[in-house]
Every structure is written in structure tokens, then in C-alpha cells.
T-cell receptor
Framework: SAVISQKPSRDICQRGTSLTIQCQVDSQVTMMFWYRQQPGQSLTLIATANQGSEATYESGFVIDKFPISRPNLTFSTLTVSNMSPEDSSIYLC????????????FGPGTRLTVT | QKEVEQDPGPLSVPEGAIVSLNCTYSNSAFQYFMWYRQYSRKGPELLMYTYSSGNKEDGRFTAQVDKSSKYISLFIRDSQPSDSATYLCAMSAQAGGYQKVTFGTGTKLQVIP
């Protein structure tokens, strides 16, 4: 199984600033996903990031607010822009291979608090 | 109405008890059903995976799917303190880890020694 690390593990940021979250995988993977996990709410997919193409965003999420980069097959970043307290959440990246029958592997998450 | 409903708990049980965790869903297109376990400060990890209706057993864990009722369950036998975690049900319409997965909110389980 893939081993995924995220940086930072947690951060406290001020309203109006931006934070870039990094996701590093120990092997090359085709698909990378970014999720948001808010208290009391389900894990929500923000976007799918494939290397060499633009990220695909889910309904309710836009590129200006959550720009994503995927420069290679082992790395991706998610930026949370112009933050507000409503962006306080855990952000998780996950990976999957096209050949993977059913499993996504998740990183440990980045706990973001916006004050 | 949410596509997937899951009681958030918390559910507190004594060690050795049988635990029943449940989810209901509304989208009849869902055919693939998963249970993820998430320890505190960690990402979710896949615990069980089933296709369509029926039961699947893996050690102390049994996953059950009733598509006619749009209801899925995870049973944990002889629960241990190490089972204390949040359990997320998840489902998708198509096979493949790269397919879009819809998650429940998670049920927090505490097994008391």
C-alpha cells in the first residue's frame, strides 16, 4: 500500500491569508484526490488531481479558492486561498491506482484552524 | 436529504461486546460498499469492501448489505479497546479506487476495557 505524508500536519492561520498543503507519496500513483473533513460532516471530495492535466473540481469548489498543482506522479499541493473561519477543517489527500480494485489510501490529514 | 446517513454516535460499549454500525443510503445506483476505520489524528483506512447484497466476513468483522432496504451494517465481534475509532461507511456506483466515493459522517466508537 502507498505511504502518504502531508505537510503541515496542522496550522492556525489568520483570516484572509492562504495556506498551501503538500501531499507526498512514496510511489508513483495515477490518481490523487483532495478531501475536506469538517466536524460532524462527511468526508467531502474537493477535487481530483491527475498529473499532466487540470484538476477536476466537485460542485461547490472552485479553482480560485482551492488551486491545486500536480507536478509529478508522487506529489500534489492544495492551496486554501483567502481563508475564512468556515475553511477550518481537516484536509486529506488520498491516492488510487487505475488498476486498484476499490481502495483509496489516505494521508494523515492537515488540521487547519482559521481565526 | 443526504445520500448517505450515518449515526455519528458516540457509541460506547464494554470490551467483548458485539458492535453494530449502520448506514442508510438513498442512491439506488450504489453497488460497492466500504467501511473505513479512522483513528484519531490519522487518515481513514479501508476495513471491509462488499459488492451488491450479502455478507462478507473478515476475522471479527462482518459487513452486511441489504440493497432492497438500502441499508448496510458492520458488525464487530469480541470488541477490543483497539477498535476504538471512527467508522465511516462509503459507497460508489462503479468499481475502482479511482471512482467517486460518497462517505457517511462516521460513527465514533469507544470500547471500554
Amino acid at each position: 500500500s502507498a505511504v502518504i505524508s502531508q505537510k503541515p500536519s496542522r496550522d492556525i492561520c489568520q483570516r484572509g491569508t492562504s495556506l498551501t498543503i503538500q501531499c507526498q507519496v512514496d510511489s508513483q500513483v495515477t490518481m490523487m484526490f483532495w478531501y475536506r473533513q469538517q466536524p460532524g460532516q462527511s468526508l467531502t471530495l474537493i477535487a481530483t488531481a491527475n498529473q499532466g492535466s487540470e484538476a477536476t473540481y466537485e460542485s461547490g469548489f472552485v479553482i480560485d479558492k482551492f488551486p491545486i498543482s500536480r507536478p509529478n506522479l508522487t506529489f500534489s499541493t492544495l492551496t486554501v486561498s483567502n481563508m475564512s473561519p468556515e475553511d477550518s477543517s481537516i484536509y486529506l489527500c488520498s491516492v488510487a491506482e487505475v488498476r486498484s480494485k476499490y481502495e483509496q489510501y489516505f494521508g494523515p490529514g492537515t488540521r487547519l484552524t482559521v481565526t | 436529504q443526504k445520500e448517505v446517513e450515518q449515526d455519528p454516535g458516540p457509541l460506547s460499549v464494554p470490551e467483548g461486546a458485539i458492535v453494530s454500525l449502520n448506514c442508510t443510503y438513498s442512491n439506488s445506483a450504489f453497488q460497492y460498499f466500504m467501511w473505513y476505520r479512522q483513528y484519531s489524528r490519522k487518515g481513514p483506512e479501508l476495513l471491509m469492501y462488499t459488492y451488491s447484497s450479502g455478507n462478507k466476513e473478515d476475522g471479527r468483522f462482518t459487513a452486511q448489505v441489504d440493497k432492497s432496504s438500502k441499508y448496510i451494517s458492520l458488525f464487530i465481534r469480541d470488541s477490543q479497546p483497539s477498535d476504538s475509532a471512527t467508522y465511516l461507511c462509503a459507497m460508489s456506483a462503479q468499481a475502482g479506487g479511482y471512482q467517486k466515493v460518497t462517505f457517511g459522517t462516521g460513527t465514533k466508537l469507544q470500547v471500554i476495557p
